[in-house]
């Protein structure tokens, strides 16, 4: 004690090394498990997984992937799936394509930004190509709002599913945003700029809604587009005039006086198919996909709600859940003997985190978990290649030192240096900013309810929506070529993998 009282270097270290790592209490909330207290629980459970590689390695899945299932969790970081095993209960649960027996990394920069979007990413991982921020489907000689560059179709670029098509498969999408957005676009379409959605956000940038179609437009009009054999997901009011009711008496966006959905069923009906529209889960699960060639699916104005919101705001009844339209969009794909390329987004992880509300993207990450083992249960591991990945990430971390089984969307047991507690869960940036700071200095968070849907978490940097992340994200294959997508390469090689595997594309 003498030595310590008379050497204030030494003081200063313990206190330093006390900050950093902090010796909290237990929590008396936590309950070991008399299994994890021995030695030989995690010598045993580490020869399992060592033994389960060595019979992955001893036979190498060679086939020739039949089927393509690309699963995209818009804006899933690490960080996001990690914080969703803890939402399912604790450190040591897997979400399941974790269990997938190859994991890579992939990095997302745009040809012109650092941090991408969701526009250039999707031209990356569907067409192999990187482009500028904002753009999807062309390459990097058209820029952002370019009026013309787009019109030129040297600068487009071609998708798997294109790839698909003219290989004989059969190829669709399923999205919880609008089927027009820019994840799902990049399926099909060709823009100089994402928010080109309806003809009139053309207009709006000074460009001809002539010279340039709008990504609608392209999914009916378009080789690609009309040919897709599903489309599921939201973004109704796109497709129709600002004079048109929809079925549910709103009215659409558009203002050249189209009916899109009419025009698609049109051309379904020339070509002699049996092709339906719906807009409801009723309809989608009347339909009898055995007789049905063709399905066009838009079940929002806009995009699809939150999963979690389905039941709190009593929609799980009237639209259907991201797994709902993955199984029937296998279903129906399925039919074609010479297989097929489905795309799935769970696209409302990423708007989630732009509000900051972190409990609303783990909902949306663990209904996308549970769409990809139904779709694994659905398919062979021996035919269909089934990829999950993230266009890119976000700038939410798991920070303080929360107890093993605590809450993920709970306070921290540590108090910051201004002893006042912080969550577990927070953001670089965005709207959380207005539960973090006022007048006073950094807000107590000790009497909110921060388990509700709508808190926004707290963010150390005010922004009206939060930011993307630039790190890099994952890859996890299980299937045909599976092996192919351990590593870290560039994101636009996924579409290389995927078409070697089946045999198709340049």
């Not at 008396?28 to 399992?48: G, I």
């Not at 999408?173 to 823009?191: D, E, F, I, K, Q």
């Not at 066009?296 to 709600?305: A, E, N, Q, R, T």
Request: include cysteine; proline fraction near 4%; glycine fraction near 6%.
């Amino acid at each position: 004690l003498l030595i310590i009282f008379f050497n204030p270097r030494l003081i200063r270290h313990i206190l330093f090394v006390t900050a950093q790592h902090p010796n909290l209490p237990s929590s008396r909330a936590y309950v070991e498990l008399d299994e994890e207290l021995n030695t030989k629980f995690w010598h045993d459970k580490a020869q399992s997984i060592v033994s389960n590689k060595l019979e992955q390695h001893k036979k190498l899945n060679e086939n020739r992937a039949k089927n393509i299932i690309l699963f995209l969790g818009d804006g899933m970081s690490v960080h996001t799936i990690a914080a969703t095993r803890n939402f399912m209960g604790d450190s040591n649960k897997q979400v399941f394509f974790e269990k997938f027996p190859y994991v890579g990394l992939s990095k997302t920069y745009a040809v012109d930004e650092r941090t991408p979007d969701s526009a250039n990413t999707a031209t990356a991982y569907l067409s192999g190509v990187k482009a500028n921020y904002g753009t999807i489907g062309v390459n990097a000689q058209v820029q952002r709002r370019d009026c013309y560059a787009a019109t030129n179709s040297s600068t487009h670029t071609q998708s798997i599913a294109q790839w698909a098509q003219e290989a004989g498969k059969w190829a669709g999408l399923v999205t919880t945003a609008r089927v027009t957005h820019a994840s799902p676009a990049g399926v099909y379409a060709h823009v100089a700029n994402r928010e080109w959605e309806y003809d009139a956000k053309i207009t709006k940038d000074g460009c001809s809604a002539e010279l340039n179609t709008d990504i609608a437009r392209q999914l009916v009009e378009w080789p690609v587009g009309k040919d897709l054999r599903v489309v599921l997901g939201g973004g109704r009011a796109y497709f129709r005039d600002e004079h048109l009711h929809d079925e549910e008496g709103i009215l659409g966006l558009r203002q050249d006086g189209r009916d899109l959905i009419n025009d698609w069923q049109q051309d379904k009906q020339q070509k002699g198919a049996e092709a339906h529209y719906v807009w409801s889960r009723r309809g989608l699960t009347d339909l009898n996909l055995d007789k049905t060639d063709y399905l066009l699916g838009l079940f929002d104005v806009s995009h699809c709600p939150y999963h979690g919101d389905r039941s709190r705001s009593n929609l799980d009844y009237a639209e259907p859940s991201l797994s709902e339209m993955t199984e029937a969009a296998i279903k129906l794909l399925s039919r074609n003997e010479q297989g097929y390329f489905l795309f799935v987004e769970s696209g409302r992880i990423d708007m989630a985190h732009h509000d900051t509300l972190a409990r609303k993207a783990l909902e949306d990450t663990k209904e996308f978990a549970h769409t990809v083992e139904m779709a694994r249960k659905l398919t062979s591991e021996e035919d269909t290649l089934i990829v999950v990945t993230s266009d890119h990430s976000h700038t939410m971390s798991i920070n303080g030192y929360p107890y093993r089984r605590q809450n993920i969307l709970s306070l921290a047991p540590n108090l910051a240096t201004d002893e006042i507690p912080f969550t577990i869960l927070s953001y670089a940036n965005g709207p959380g900013y207005d539960n973090t700071y006022d007048e006073q200095g950094r807000i107590d968070l000790s009497g909110v309810d921060t388990n509700k849907p709508d808190f926004k978490f707290p963010a150390t940097v005010p922004l009206n929506s939060e930011t993307h992340g630039a790190e890099d994200v994952g890859v996890f294959a299980s299937g045909p070529h599976e092996h192919f997508f351990s590593g870290n390469y560039e994101q636009s090689t996924i579409p290389a993998l995927m078409a070697f595997a089946a045999d198709i594309g340049p």
